[in-house]
């Protein structure tokens, strides 16, 4: 043999010899089932050769699987992640709503409450204003049915102090 045939017998023989550990190297991946390698198209397919039809068709179907699962899981995070963003959105503006409400109740129960001191120190007034009078005005006898004039007007007062009272109360309870 010639120099130059030994060498192209080498190169042929290393070329060989090549393949065939990346084939094996390709087989160990394959059979030890290495995450990074397991659904790769190029590993899929020279699985086959080394897997029966059914072993291939079921890893196969386990990859289009985990790639399914990792689709629906994305999926589903970013819609949760948007019903979150919403919910928070929602809260924001019940509170700042709330907080609205509760500035505006509060204005008015002050206005309310104001007007009532204020009706207070009218009818107190009124009161004495009343007193004076009744120097000049004798209530009638407490035996008969009829009340004198200072009866009717404390009477009146007091009505118009218990309604006050009331919608005081009733304000301050909402």
């Known amino acids: 043999m010639s120099d130059t045939s030994d060498r192209n017998f080498v190169l042929i023989m290393f070329i060989i010899v090549y393949a065939y550990m990346l084939n094996i190297q390709t087989s160990i991946r394959v059979t030890n089932d290495w995450n990074n390698t397991m659904c790769n198209p190029l590993n899929l397919f020279t699985s086959s050769f080394y897997q029966s039809e059914k072993e ?5 179907g386990k990859c289009i699987k985990q790639f399914s699962k990792g689709v629906a899981k994305d999926e589903l995070s970013s819609l949760a992640n948007e019903q979150n963003d919403k919910f928070k959105e929602v809260s924001t503006l019940a509170t700042n709503n709330m ?3 509760n500035k505006t109740l509060e204005k008015s129960t002050k ?3 104001d007007n009532y001191t204020s ?10 204003s009343v007193r004076v009078l009744t120097e000049y005005i004798v ?3 407490p035996d008969k049915k009829d009340t004198g004039l200072f009866d009717k007007i404390n009477n009146f007062k007091q009505d118009v102090k218990d309604i006050f009272l009331n919608i005081k109360n009733y304000v301050n309870r909402n």
């Not at 291939?56 to 196969?60: A, H, N, T, W």
């Open 99 to 101: 907080v609205n409400i």
């Open 111 to 113: 206005l309310l409450d």
């Open 56 to 60: 291939s068709y079921d890893k196969f």
């Open 139 to 141: 209530p009638t006898d």
């Open 119 to 128: 009706t207070n120190q009218k009818i107190d007034n009124t009161d004495r």
